[in-house]
């Protein structure tokens, strides 16, 4: 099925554009865009069945590394597309591939190679823009980054960056020497800026939102922590409404108990699922690599040789029902996490993360176990759960 093609999406429950509110009907799809979400097409066209099953926006991931063997940093032809198909069996159709810290050279390779792939159609999920993690981030709080590729700001290196490819968001510590004019550089370039593995006060946070700071990367993690005398980034983030917070909800990086402190903060508008997923992600247990270096995957945990958590191998589906899961909030409610909170943060809520005529068809099916059926992209079908075939047809 091609973009040009109309489809009809039948017997969903979806949120309701106006209230959000799930409702039973069908949709009509027609150049990759909700043309209706009221009925389907009226003359035969190719038909997707979602009886019993949700039907939501495809799921934004804004930080991700990787999965199914494959990474952002290895700037190969095939590395991309493979991502992008794994992604979409999760529930994904769209994501901003992240680079980690390392040196100026394979970052650029990284980002030209995200470039060339925005040519081509991706078989899955569809290409977003860049995430530059790092480099410019904190020696205290270097996570799972490789503290010898760590260096202050510099304009001249990240205006290479912009020159490489779409970079659209951009992970630094703004404490560090030259981060304010590379804050403003990236303001400038129309780059969004997150605060992460930073070593900043609660001022400095606060200091760095003001000037445009808008999203925080992993929130509680390789961050400064909320203290009752010295709130820190986490307490910037947690009290300031400007800010957008990403969360790993994979009960590993953060408890659950703190996703529900951090949903109640900030509230569905302001707080965004990520997976930080790396190339281990849908893989069995065992040794893998992350920024150059070894990483041991067991029980759903990713470790360095010395125990720092790197990276998880989480996909966006199970995020969702751990969050739920987390703060008890319904699906009718959790579902912007996933979808149009993290449109939002990026700037394109415009065209993505609703069910609504005039917005992209990039839509995913999960079962009432919120696992997932199928997922299309711009309305051709990317993922169909094997055994569902026959929900995959000619209406009339």
């Given at each position: 099925?091609d973009?040009?093609?109309?489809?009809?999406?039948v017997n969903s429950?979806?949120?309701q554009p106006?209230?959000?509110?799930?409702?039973v009907?069908?949709?009509?799809?027609?150049?990759?865009i909700?043309?209706?979400?009221?009925?389907?097409?009226?003359?035969?066209?190719?038909?997707?069945?979602a009886?019993?099953?949700?039907?939501?926006?495809?799921?934004?991931?804004?930080?991700?590394?990787?999965?199914?063997?494959?990474?952002?940093?290895?700037a190969?032809?095939?590395?991309l597309?493979?991502?992008?198909?794994?992604?979409?069996r999760?529930?994904?159709?769209?994501?901003t591939?992240?680079?980690m810290?390392a040196?100026?050279?394979?970052?650029?390779?990284?980002?030209?190679?995200?470039?060339?792939s925005?040519?081509q159609?991706?078989p899955?999920?569809?290409?977003?823009?860049?995430?530059?993690e790092?480099?410019?981030?904190?020696?205290?709080?270097?996570?799972?980054?490789?503290?010898?590729?760590?260096?202050?700001?510099?304009?001249?290196?990240?205006?290479?960056?912009?020159a490489?490819?779409?970079?659209?968001?951009?992970?630094?510590a703004?404490?560090?020497?030259?981060?304010?004019?590379?804050?403003?550089a990236?303001?400038?370039?129309?780059?969004?800026?997150i605060?992460?593995?930073?070593?900043?006060s609660?001022?400095?946070?606060?200091?760095?939102?003001?000037?445009?700071?808008?999203?925080?990367?992993?929130?509680?993690?390789?961050?400064?922590?909320?203290?009752?005398r010295?709130p820190?980034?986490v307490?910037?983030?947690?009290?300031?409404?400007?800010?957008?917070?990403?969360l790993?909800?994979?009960t590993?990086?953060?408890?659950?108990?703190?996703?529900?402190?951090?949903?109640?903060?900030?509230?569905?508008?302001?707080?965004?699922?990520?997976?930080?997923?790396?190339?281990?992600?849908?893989?069995?247990?065992?040794?893998?690599?992350?920024?150059?270096?070894?990483?041991?995957?067991?029980?759903?945990?990713?470790?360095?040789?010395?125990?720092?958590?790197?990276?998880?191998?989480?996909?966006?589906?199970?995020?969702?029902?751990?969050?739920?899961?987390?703060?008890?909030w319904?699906?009718?409610?959790?579902?912007?996490?996933?979808?149009?909170?993290?449109?939002?943060?990026?700037?394109i809520?415009?065209?993505?993360g609703?069910?609504?005529?005039?917005?992209?068809?990039?839509?995913?099916?999960?079962?009432?176990?919120?696992?997932v059926?199928a997922t299309?992209?711009?309305?051709?079908?990317?993922y169909l759960?094997?055994?569902?075939?026959?929900?995959v047809?000619?209406?009339?």
């Open positions: 099925m973009h040009s093609q109309k489809l009809s999406i429950r979806h949120p106006s209230t959000g509110t799930f409702v009907g069908d949709l009509a799809v027609a150049d990759g909700i043309v209706d979400e009221r009925r389907a097409h009226t003359a035969p066209c190719p038909r997707l069945d009886a019993g099953c949700f039907l939501l926006p495809g799921f934004i991931d804004l930080h991700i590394h990787g999965g199914a063997g494959h990474d952002t940093m290895d190969t032809p095939t590395s597309p493979a991502i992008s198909t794994f992604i979409a999760h529930g994904v159709t769209g994501f591939p992240t680079t810290t040196p100026h050279p394979p970052t650029v390779a990284a980002v030209q190679n995200i470039s060339r925005l040519a159609v991706m899955g999920a569809a290409i977003l823009g860049v995430h530059l790092g480099p410019y981030i904190s020696p205290r709080f270097p996570g799972a980054q490789a503290k010898e590729n760590i260096r202050p700001a510099n304009l001249a290196e990240f205006g290479e960056l912009l490489a490819g779409p970079v659209k968001l951009i992970t630094l703004p404490e560090e020497a030259g981060a304010g004019a590379l804050i403003d990236a303001l400038a370039a129309g780059v969004r800026v605060i992460g593995h930073s070593a900043a609660y001022e400095q946070a606060i200091a760095a939102f003001d000037r445009g700071v808008s999203q925080a990367t992993h929130t509680f993690n390789a961050m400064t922590g909320l203290h009752h010295k820190g980034v307490g910037a983030v947690l009290s300031d409404d400007r800010i957008f917070a990403q790993i909800a994979d590993v990086h953060v408890h659950p108990a703190a996703m529900a402190v951090l949903a109640r903060c900030k509230g569905l508008d302001r707080l965004l699922l990520i997976t930080d997923a790396i190339r281990a992600t849908g893989l069995p247990d065992g040794e893998s690599e992350l920024g150059g270096q070894p990483v041991f995957v067991r029980d759903g945990q990713c470790r360095l040789a010395d125990g720092t958590l790197a990276g998880s191998i989480l996909t966006m589906d199970a995020a969702l029902r751990h969050f739920i899961a987390a703060t008890g319904p699906l009718e409610k959790a579902w912007p996490v996933t979808s149009r909170t993290p449109a939002t943060a990026l700037g809520a415009d065209e993505y609703s069910v609504s005529p005039g917005y992209r068809a990039d839509l995913v099916v999960l079962d009432q176990n919120l696992e059926v299309t992209v711009r309305g051709r079908v990317v759960r094997e055994g569902e075939e026959w929900r047809g000619v209406g009339d």
